[in-house]
């Protein structure tokens, strides 16, 4: 199974140089085959793990001396993450093909081999994240993550999007010193990089080294103080925003401060508070910054902080002894992993056959285009927790984890019940703008729209049914 998650992350570096290498026409084919290789490759790590009664499994790969520098783990959780990751990459690769093409109204690229060869390397480098099991590797490929993030949100070199892709990389990069101060921590204590020596520190010691990779995860999760790269990011092509900033950049956040906690041992309670308290001040100001937004991705943007923020919640609130939040924050990432690239796809889509992206020009998308507007809806509802759709279940959890753990610390009473008034108004938000674009007849923009290619149909179909099916998959994964 080792062997297998290797090949899920080398497969895309291995791709990304024969991307480089190959003449320009071959680089749309040659990137779809290596993500669907490295698809088929966790997918055949996940079946094979769920056949093995999902026996956790760790195994050093670089050492010096009796120092672990660079390990993977292969466990329910970084299997679940990492084929959300892997098949969202190969979704975007597959959407991507006709959308960059001359066709494009809003932006008509035909997709350089760099877009190619750095959405593989994210695919590679995210895969790499998930399931490495030190403190080393995670700065490694955490660094790569950046590295890509700023290569491709400067896609489209106008000065704007240089101005942002760079502001994302000093922002991300300055809250990675939260991890190299954990790293150096954790090897003075124990001489070892392995998360799991996080278990044997002392409780000041354990402290220090929690807070620290929570400072970096707040980094790249964009949580606040560290929000402000992640609105500006969406100078991006939006297959690269759909990437980046729904299935994996920002998940790179949640995701280490989640493998910390599970390395704990029992984190100490005010990891919980801190994290907690943060959570729900980003949530507040997420959704206040929804207010004034008529882009559709910026508005998407805002509310992948806040969803962010519910994983952040439902991470601190097991810190409390609550497992139902810690694996309801984990399904989350695996929802809205699914359901916000959709969202995104819709959103490039429109800009594609419309011209534009802004709300109060798109009405009458369902009547236009039936597969936009079905897609829209379900996006909203799925983010914003209606049932089935696959955001209500997760979020469920954690609501429900919250409010158990109150009983005995009352404070919790008031943080959970804000965070569960910001989720009412979060849907009332997004059902005012479905009513005002989604139905009714078509405004000039959309009634001049042209045909969606059926390569971006198609994609948009799978996440359509993603949003429903991908709750009832990580409610059984996790059991």
């Not at 998930?130 to 490929?141: A, E, H």
């Not at 950046?146 to 240089?162: D, T």
């Amino acid at each position: 199974m080792i062997n297998l998650a290797l090949a899920t992350i080398l497969l895309p570096f291995v791709g990304a140089i024969v991307v480089a290498l190959a003449p320009q026409p071959a680089a749309k084919t040659i990137g779809r085959l290596f993500a669907g290789l490295s698809f088929l490759s966790v997918l055949t790590l996940a079946i094979s793990f769920a056949r093995g009664g999902k026996v956790a499994v760790e195994r050093a790969v670089l050492s010096f001396g009796d120092v672990e520098v660079l390990g993977f783990a292969v466990d329910k959780v970084s299997v679940l993450v990492a084929v959300a990751v892997v098949a969202i990459g190969l979704l975007v690769t597959l959407y991507s093909v006709d959308y960059f093409s001359a066709g494009n109204r809003e932006h008509a690229d035909i997709g350089r081999r760099r877009f190619w060869s750095f959405i593989l390397v994210f695919i590679g480098a995210m895969a790499g994240l998930v399931f490495t099991s030190t403190v080393i590797g995670q700065l490694v490929f955490f660094e790569i993550t950046g590295a890509c993030s700023w290569a491709l949100i400067g896609y489209y070199e106008k000065p704007k999007a240089l101005a942002s892709a760079l502001k994302a990389l000093i922002v991300t990069h300055i809250a990675s010193l939260g991890l190299y101060a954990a790293a150096v921590v954790l090897f003075l204590s124990t001489g070892t990089f392995a998360l799991s020596a996080i278990g044997t520190l002392p409780v000041a010691t354990k402290t220090i080294v929690l807070l620290a990779i929570l400072v970096a995860a707040w980094g790249k999760s964009a949580q606040l103080p560290f929000h402000m790269w992640l609105p500006d990011a969406m100078e991006a092509p939006t297959p690269v925003s759909a990437y980046l900033h729904a299935a994996s950049m920002v998940k790179v956040g949640v995701y280490i401060f989640a493998r910390a906690l599970m390395s704990s041992n029992g984190a100490p309670e005010i990891v919980g508070w801190v994290g907690t308290i943060m959570a729900v001040i980003t949530l507040v100001y997420g959704f206040a910054m929804y207010l004034p937004q008529a882009d559709l991705k910026r508005l998407l943007a805002w509310s992948t902080i806040t969803q962010l923020g519910y994983i952040f919640l439902g991470l601190s609130l097991s810190v409390f002894g609550s497992q139902l939040a810690f694996d309801g924050a984990i399904a989350h990432i695996f929802n809205h992993a699914f359901a916000k690239t959709l969202f995104f796809l819709v959103a490039g889509a429109l800009s594609y056959t419309a011209g534009t992206r802004m709300l109060p020009v798109l009405r009458g998308i369902l009547a236009k285009s039936p597969v936009l507007g079905i897609g829209f809806v379900v996006a909203a509802f799925a983010i914003t927790g209606v049932p089935p759709f696959s955001g209500f279940f997760s979020k469920f959890a954690i609501f429900a984890g919250g409010f158990r753990m109150a009983d005995a610390h009352p404070a919790l009473w008031v943080l959970v019940a804000v965070a569960l008034l910001e989720s009412v108004a979060s849907f009332a938000w997004f059902l005012k703008w479905i009513g005002k674009t989604v139905p009714g007849t078509p405004s000039e923009t959309m009634a001049a729209a042209q045909p969606v290619p059926a390569s971006m149909r198609f994609v948009l179909t799978v996440l359509i049914v993603m949003a429903v099916a991908s709750s009832f998959i990580a409610t059984a994964w996790l059991g």
